[in-house]
């Protein structure tokens, strides 16, 4: 019997290409390999002693991860990936950050805002409400190659929002997404 399943193969709802981040409000520039957003769940196995199987899945956990590498190296990427709570100062040509030894009450928290391609040529929108910068953010200077910041985000639980909605949120639309 041949399969009828119009509904269920939509060539328009592929979607290839790249898109854009911002982090608190800002655009972070260009970015190497894309963005990447992992949303991992653990569970519970349930299985009673009465029964050689599980019975029931509980999930225990969820965790969203956020990550990209900025190709623009620039000293706000680096404060924001290595939470520099200090600013850049600018002025006469030159910009510093200083960094080091930063109080463990001072870590930062960001919104993120990603935009790029939707299916059916529309925009996907994706709003993390809350997310801290979480590793070493290592980067190099290489002869032949880019230097790339490489960043991980994990979003935490935004309490003013009901159970179900606490990460964030995504919208396909024709439209900006103005809120």
């Known amino acids: 019997m ?59 956990g969820e965790v969203l991860t956020i990550t990209t590498n900025l190709l623009e190296a620039t000293l706000n990427n680096l404060k924001l990936v290595w939470d520099v709570s ?29 935009s790029g391609p939707g299916p059916n040529c529309k925009t996907r929108y994706i ?8 590793e070493a953010g290592e980067h190099s200077y290489k002869k032949d190659d880019m230097t790339v910041i490489p960043v991980v985000f994990k979003a935490v639980a935004d309490m003013t929002k009901d159970a179900g909605e606490r990460f964030g949120r995504i919208l396909d639309t024709d439209e900006d997404w103005v809120d």
């Open 86 to 114: 200090g600013t850049v100062e600018s002025g006469s040509g030159t910009s510093e950050l200083k960094f080091g030894c930063e109080s463990p009450c001072e870590q930062p928290e960001h919104s993120l805002w990603f």
């Open 127 to 134: 709003e993390i409400y809350k997310a801290f910068s979480v």
């Open 2 to 60: 041949a399969r009828i399943d119009e509904n269920n193969l939509t060539a328009t709802n592929i979607i290839v290409g790249a898109g854009e981040l911002e982090v608190d409000g800002v655009n972070v520039g260009f970015t190497n390999d894309g963005v990447t957003f992992s949303y991992e769940r653990t569970t519970l196995e349930v299985a009673p002693d009465q029964v050689v199987c599980a019975v029931k899945y509980k999930r225990t």
